[in-house]
């Protein structure tokens, strides 16, 4: 077991490097939001296992994130002190953003916060600093998760972004799952966007191929 989890280890961070290249282009929506295995493939591994290349569409920045329970019973990433992970996602200079998540702190003892970026490969630009504290519900199954969103508008074309843990020196951590991003306050659904994004971003309806009607997946509202 120990050999298995330390060849993920050394996998995951000789991977790094490919989703990044894979941001360019950056695609318009969070091509993986509920952190799920590729269509037909394997499942993801346990709980507690180290996130690496098994996970479609996320990479690993930072530390050493793990699987944990997300929502309704469904797999999450954990991100404990030093983690980070990232997802890409176009965000364009000079348009505002709404980002949504959810969370809960696995354990209630510690505080502090989690840290999202909107990121370039040189440049970050922060999104929004927040607690968990007092949002425990380790003991629940499925995790009864607390939305945490931010709105901000984007200083340069960023393609990534991102999910961390500061250093705090201590136990604190933070489960996240259903992640989403919608541009404010209208978001243009272009045919391949809605291809590429379904409804983790997009709740859209066609009665002909050149006629769409769409709407914000109310999880993000």
Not at 21 to 35: A, K, L
């Amino acid at each position: 077991m120990k050999r298995k989890i330390l060849l993920m280890v050394v996998l995951t961070i000789l991977f790094r490097p490919l989703l990044n290249g894979q941001c360019s282009p950056p695609p318009d929506c969070i091509t993986n939001s509920g952190f799920n295995p590729s269509a037909g493939g394997p499942p993801l591994p346990g709980y507690g296992m180290p996130i690496g290349i098994s996970l479609p569409d996320w990479a690993v920045f930072s530390g050493t994130p793990v699987y944990a329970e997300g929502n309704a019973g469904t797999h999450g990433a954990r991100l404990n002190n030093g983690d980070g992970i990232y997802a890409c996602y176009n965000f364009r200079s000079g348009l505002q953003y709404k980002v949504c998540f959810l969370g809960y702190n696995p354990d209630p003892s510690t505080n502090g916060s989690i840290v999202l970026e909107a990121y370039d490969g040189s440049t970050a630009q922060q999104i929004a600093n927040i607690s968990f504290y007092n949002y425990n519900t380790s003991s629940t199954s499925p995790k009864n998760m607390v939305s945490g969103t931010a709105t901000f508008t984007a200083t340069s074309n960023f393609n990534q972004l991102r999910f961390s843990i500061p250093n705090l020196g201590n136990s604190y951590a933070v489960v996240i799952d259903d992640v989403g991003v919608i541009e404010v306050p209208v978001l243009t659904a272009t045919q391949s966007t809605i291809n590429a994004c379904g409804s983790a971003t997009l709740r859209a309806r066609s009665t002909n191929l050149l006629s769409y009607t769409w709407s914000p997946n109310a999880n993000l509202n």
